[in-house]
């Protein structure tokens, strides 16, 4: 079984998502987390992540914490989904590429550019470019970063973008992605079920 420990409207939102596409049984447990904005909630005790974080997953018992470790976890162990390119894979090379720059390059860019940062830092300034020129490069080819074909990378990389769409420059591509990205019916599936996540947590 695999069980998703979530917090409505937060990273473990583009689980839910993640874990539709599959086409798996799955359950959501939801949790109460810290929110630094409003500083409400809390590390909730059921929550199996060391930091007391969302998103954290159980599959037969094992943990797999971090969103990344998550996405490389579950598309290795659902190869059926076929949205990762699998070990001896020409394009697992790109792949795992996408994945890492997102959590390395693409995050810390971006929260430093929702942070102020970029202006005092020139080599913030730099990176935050480097990544929007690589983005704007590998979206100028293709329809995903990978080329053709949705695959892993994608809901990492698509939903840091929603979230975070206006530090980034006006540009009819990069919505583009986002909106299509977020147009698949598992996508869809995924934000309802989030939002009713965000309801009974409310409730
Ligand atoms: N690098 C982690 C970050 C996880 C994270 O910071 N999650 C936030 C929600 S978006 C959280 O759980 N915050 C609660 C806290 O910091 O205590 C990942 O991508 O999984």
């Known amino acids: 079984m695999l069980t998703l420990f979530h917090a409505p409207q937060s990273r473990s939102s583009r689980m839910i998502w993640l874990l539709e596409e ?44 971090e969103s990344v470790a998550i996405v490389l976890y ?28 997102y959590a390395a390059e693409m995050e810390p860019a971006m929260f430093a550019a929702l942070g102020g940062e970029l202006g005092t830092a020139p080599h913030k300034q730099r990176n935050f470019d480097a990544v929007v020129g690589r983005l704007q490069a590998a979206l100028a080819k293709g329809p995903y970063v990978m080329g053709e074909a949705f695959a892993g990378a994608d809901f990492l990389i698509s939903s840091a973008l929603a979230f975070a769409r206006h530090i980034f420059p006006a540009d009819a591509t990069l919505d583009a992605y986002v909106a299509r990205c977020q147009a698949r019916p598992a996508a869809v599936r995924g934000l309802a079920l989030d939002d009713e996540s965000g309801l009974q947590a409310a409730a």
């Open 22 to 65: 599959l086409a798996v049984p799955y359950e959501i447990k939801p949790v109460s987390i810290f929110r630094p904005m409003t500083g409400e909630g809390h590390g909730d005790p059921a929550n199996p992540h060391p930091d007391k974080r969302v998103p954290a997953l159980v599959h037969d018992g094992a943990i797999v914490a």
């Open 74 to 101: 579950l598309l290795d162990a659902f190869p059926q989904a076929g949205l990762a390119p699998a070990q001896g894979d020409p394009r697992r090379g790109d792949y795992l590429t996408w994945v890492a720059w």
